[in-house]
């Protein structure tokens, strides 16, 4: 169970820097987003990931979305923020930069399947639960705009 403990920097953790997004399609003036689901987790979280050495932020957001999700025709809508946390391990200080990507892709398959073994599509509304708490929290924070970006004349 994630507590309050994964949202507490201990001293000495190493900082890592990580991004990934809300992914994010039009379906009958529903908005539904990419879950990612690994092997033996119930509940799913929004694709993210480390950025590796030399990659833009918004570029290794696209290639871990393309790894988990299988999606990778995306459109840059906005970038909705950064969130801090420990990594599960405890080992790491994570700072995720997350981005709304739209996208009318609806043949996907995660590229890291041995991983991230399926994705679903998901109502953003009710907010879904997800794994990671600050995720959710990412959700409810910025629904209001997702929701201006993607449905204008709602």
Avoid at 37 to 63: C, D, F, Q
Wanted: charged share 30%.
């Amino acid at each position: 169970m994630i507590n309050k403990s994964w949202y507490i920097r201990p001293d000495g953790v190493e900082e890592s820097v990580a991004a990934g997004g809300v992914v994010a399609r039009v379906s009958d003036r529903d908005i539904l987003i990419a879950i990612a689901k690994e092997k033996n987790y119930e509940i799913g979280v929004l694709p993210k990931g480390h950025v590796e050495h030399g990659e833009s932020i918004e570029g290794a957001a696209r290639r871990e979305i393309a790894e988990e999700v299988g999606v990778e025709d995306l459109q840059l809508v906005s970038k909705l923020g950064v969130k801090e946390r420990l990594d599960f391990s405890k080992t790491e200080w994570k700072l995720t930069h997350y981005f709304l990507y739209r996208t009318d892709q609806l043949d996907v398959k995660p590229l890291e399947a041995d991983v991230h073994t399926e994705m679903g599509w998901v109502p953003i509304e009710p907010v879904p639960d997800l794994f990671w708490p600050e995720q959710v929290e990412l959700i409810e924070e910025h629904l209001e705009e997702i929701k201006a970006h993607l449905l204008p004349n709602a």
